[in-house]
């Protein structure tokens, strides 16, 4: 099984977990009278808001990087 660490390399920098990332993301959406639904791609970058809700970590996904060490 993949882990975030190797497929997005990314993990926390303060903790070292990968399972808990969350990053801010931009898609479209169609809008339904009972809601919405996603469509299409969803963009994010090395600038978009990222945390680790495992520790409460939060910064920008430049942040969590995994340098050639293996943490950011
Ligand atoms: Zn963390």
Redesign the pocket.
């Known amino acids: 099984m993949s882990t975030v660490r190797d497929t997005f390399g990314l993990c ?1 920098p ?2 070292g ?1 990968d399972h ?1 990332l969350m990053v801010e993301i931009t898609t479209m959406a169609r809008l339904h009278g009972d809601g919405t639904e996603t469509v299409g791609d969803e963009e994010w970058a090395i600038d978009s808001p990222c945390g ?1 809700t ?2 409460g ?1 939060w910064g920008i996904v430049g942040n969590f990087i995994v340098s050639e060490g293996g943490q950011p």
């Open positions: 926390c303060t903790c977990k808990a680790c495992a520790c970590t």
